[in-house]
Each structure stands twice: as C-alpha cells, then as structure tokens.
C-alpha cells in the first residue's frame, strides 16, 4: 500500500494564482482531511470529508474549497493564493465508522510559497 | 469546545534517560487521545491513543503514555531515550459525538525532543 500521496512536494505561487493540491489514499478510508502547519501553532484542520459527496468546513475554511467524487481523492483548491497562506499542507486519511473516527494516518505534505 | 496543551516547546534529554513530555486536554465528554512524531520534513506518523480502558497504553518505538482523567491529562513516556527518538511530538484530542461533525481532531503545538549523547 502506498498510504497516503500528496502532490506536488513543493510549489511556489504568486499572489493572485490558483492550483490544486492532490492527495489519494489506497486504504479505503472514509474520512479524510487537510490540515495546514504553521510554525508554533501545531496543525489546524481546513476542510475535511466523511465520504464521497460530504465535504465539511474546518477551523480555518477561508481561501480554500475541496470535493469528493471518490472515495481515493480529495484535492484541495486555492481559489486566489495570498503571502498567508504559505505553510506547509498535510492531508490525512482514517476508519471511519458509526459516526467516529480513529486514527490518522498522513501524507508527506506540500510545502506552498505564496510571493 | 476541546483544547489540547503542550506546555514544553522543547524538551532535552541524556540519551539513556527516560523521557516525559507533557499534554493536557480540556473537553466536554470522553476523549479519545492520540500521540503522533514528526521527523524532519516528514508527515506525522501515530503513535499510540488512548480511547478507553487501561490508563497505561503502549505504543510504537518503546513509547508509552498514561491516561490520567483527574488531571486531564495524556503524558508520554519512554524509559531510555535515544538520540533517533529526537523529533517533534503532537498530542491530539477528539470527542466522538454520534451526531456527526466528523470528529475533528485538535492537535497542540508541538513539543520538540532532542535527545543527545
């Protein structure tokens, strides 16, 4: 298995440019997210999904949207890249069942440049 | 709303020595609590969690943590440390609420290991 791909390692965008981040997961998960990294702030959740066709926002939603068409993928998009939203971009995959989560298991992030 | 706290940013330790960083949480209900490391330049990897039962959960690499329900609090542990234990560690909390809401995960800002000969 290969877990959790994210894609691209690294980008570098200028102020105003949109791009899709990837991520797949080969575990059958239900639930995924992504979250951002920030120096001194630990991770905080963006958007995460509970199943194909589910997307809910989380703490810090602005800037951002996602889809689920299959139970693999959830891209992540940034609709107009601004200087705060360069970080570094985990996508994280989990069992999913009755309601709860267990688990998550991470993909190798994204780090983004915003100039 | 939950809160997880990492008191330390960084912790240091002799090789050989045994290790505790801290975490304490703050929810409404049960908890499930979770241990992840990050290595350099690496995604976080799981360690171990606590949902219910024993207080003392094992984990990956000789880590261990202790559930302690009236200090709220989730401290891992490792009897000798090693120099490759050296690393960032996030605790993480989630309340399972059958309602939904996808169990959001909050995680607390890091403490940094650094283990030395």
């Known amino acids: 298995n290969a877990g959790v791909t994210q894609t691209p390692k690294f980008q570098v965008l200028k102020t105003g440019q949109s791009m899709t981040l990837q991520c797949a997961q080969d575990m059958n998960h239900e639930y995924m997210s992504w979250y951002r990294q920030d120096p001194g702030m630990g991770l905080r959740l963006i958007h995460y999904s509970v199943g194909a066709g589910i997307t809910d926002q989380g703490e810090v939603p602005n800037g951002y949207n996602v889809s689920r068409s299959t139970t693999e993928d959830f891209p992540l998009r940034l609709l107009s890249a601004a200087p705060s939203q360069t970080s570094v971009y985990f996508c994280?995959?989990?069992?999913?069942?009755?309601?709860?989560?267990?688990?998550?298991?991470f993909g190798p992030g994204t780090r983004l440049t915003v100039t | 709303a939950q809160s997880v706290a990492q008191p330390e940013d960084q912790v240091n330790v002799a090789e050989g020595n045994p290790l505790t960083v801290k975490c304490t949480y703050s929810?409404?209900?049960?908890?499930?609590l979770f241990w992840y490391v990050q290595y350099p330049n690496r995604g976080l990897q799981f360690l171990l969690k606590?949902?219910?039962?024993?207080?003392l959960v094992k984990g990956s690499y000789g880590f261990e943590a202790e559930f302690n329900k009236s200090q709220t609090s989730f401290h891992l542990k490792k009897p000798s440390a090693l120099v490759s234990d050296s690393a960032l560690y996030f605790c993480?909390?989630?309340?399972?609420?059958?309602?939904?809401?996808?169990?959001?995960?909050?995680f607390g800002t890091g403490t940094q290991l650094k283990v030395e000969l």
């Open positions: 993480a909390v989630r309340v399972p609420s059958l309602t939904g809401g996808g169990n959001k995960l909050t």
């Open positions: 929810v409404s209900g049960n908890p499930y």
């Open positions: 994280a995959s989990s069992y999913y069942s009755s309601g709860i989560t267990y688990e998550q298991y």
């Open positions: 606590y949902i219910t039962g024993d207080n």
